[in-house]
């Protein structure tokens, strides 16, 4: 069975920092790549990031690149959001997400974790 | 960077209607469409990929068409079930973007 566990989430300063885990598995991690998407309170879902399947190549929406950092430990099966200079915009839950294709990166996202909730407060 | 509209923005319909949400995308994007079902304080659910193909276990009143820049999700048969936000997203070109969503409500 395929299980996505987000973990990391806590309240942040503004300009904090933090780093968002996603534990993987019940299947070939090495073999897919990995999305970040997160979703505003009440609101819509917002892709933030995509590594591809041999972290290659990442990828970020334009309101975080820069600031926001995704890696993967295919040792740990495990992927990663490293986030600074927060802003109380990024406020959301944060899904980590798994490409429904091996070695590619076009074509959806089968596999959802729970979420995780960043708050940015003072 | 690419823009998806999604209408209707809310729909309400009875039980066995038929439904279709449209998306447009601001440029071309082949067949690189996915469309997601997405249920209060769930995560979202993969109902369609590549524009039409239907996600493995998926029930079959879903279907999925179109390319290029419009592109259509339809419920054949509207099922108490189907009470749900549906967002497309492409995945053609970088940044990858999701529509603003479509609230599904039953009459």
């Known amino acids: 069975e395929v299980q996505l566990v987000e973990s990391g989430g806590v309240v942040v300063q503004p300009g904090g920092s933090l780093r968002l885990s996603c534990a993987a598995s019940g299947f070939i991690f090495d073999d897919y790549a990995m999305h970040w998407v997160r979703q505003l309170p009440g609101k819509g879902l917002e892709w933030v990031s995509l590594i591809t399947w041999d972290g290659g190549s990442t990828y970020y929406a334009d309101s975080v690149r820069g600031r926001f950092t995704v890696s993967r430990d295919d040792g740990e099966n495990s992927l990663y959001l490293q986030m600074n200079s927060l802003r109380a915009e990024d406020t959301a839950l944060y899904f980590c997400?798994?490409?429904?294709?091996?070695?590619?990166?076009?074509?959806?996202?089968?596999?959802w974790g729970q979420g995780t909730l960043v708050t940015v407060s003072s | 960077d690419i823009q998806l509209t999604q209408s209707p923005s809310f729909l309400s319909a009875s039980v066995g209607d038929r439904v279709t949400i449209t998306c447009r995308a601001s440029?071309?994007?082949?067949?690189?469409l996915a469309w997601y079902q997405q249920k209060p304080g769930k995560a979202p659910k993969l109902l369609i990929y590549?524009?039409?193909t239907l996600q493995s276990g998926v029930p079959s009143r879903f279907s999925g068409s179109g390319s290029g820049t419009e592109f259509a999700l339809t419920i054949s048969s509207l099922q108490p079930d189907d009470l749900a936000t549906y967002y497309c997203q492409q995945l053609n070109t970088y940044p990858l973007a999701f529509g603003q969503g479509t609230k599904v409500d039953i009459k």
């Open positions: 440029q071309g994007i082949s067949s690189y």
């Open positions: 590549g524009a039409s």
């Open positions: 997400a798994k490409d429904v294709s091996r070695y590619s990166s076009r074509w959806g996202l089968d596999y």
